[in-house]
């Protein structure tokens, strides 16, 4: 397996593996643009995105106007979102290289996978 593929399962004992709060856990979960994140992460074999493709995966996921300029959108990840994901473990963002690694772990996937089957169409 390369170093950007995720694993099958995560390792649940990996002392890498983040303990978050259930408190920070839902936190995380309450902006739409972090979970999007997260579910882009959760749906793709890679855990590795460029800021470039997750402005993309923000905006296919919400009307542009909502989703506001690209610019805008950037600026709002690289300054708020990704940083707030990094400092709880769940990624590691590069600003140099604007790449975000995804630290996927156990209980925040079933999060992911509880918050996104919980979605509620439009």
């Known amino acids: 397996m390369t170093s950007s593929e995720r694993p099958d ?9 983040p303990t978050l709060s259930h408190d920070a856990i839902f936190d995380l979960l309450s902006n739409e643009y972090r979970r999007h994140i997260l579910y882009h992460f959760h ?6 995105a460029t800021v470039d493709e997750l402005v993309r995966h923000l905006r296919t996921q919400f009307d542009a106007r909502a989703a506001g ?6 600026i709002q990840l690289r300054h708020s979102h990704l940083p707030k994901l990094e400092s709880h ?13 995804y630290r996927d772990g156990s209980e925040i996937e079933r999060l992911v996978a ?9």
Do not use: F, H, M, W
């Not at 509880?114 to 439009?122: L, Q, T």
């Open 9 to 17: 399962t995560p390792a649940v004992d990996d002392p890498n593996t």
């Open 89 to 101: 473990g769940i990624l590691e963002y590069n600003e140099r290289s604007e790449t975000v690694r």
């Open 69 to 74: 300029d690209t610019d805008q959108l950037r």
């Open 43 to 48: 749906e793709q074999p890679q855990a590795v």
């Open 114 to 122: 509880c918050a996104k089957s919980a979605k509620i169409p439009v």
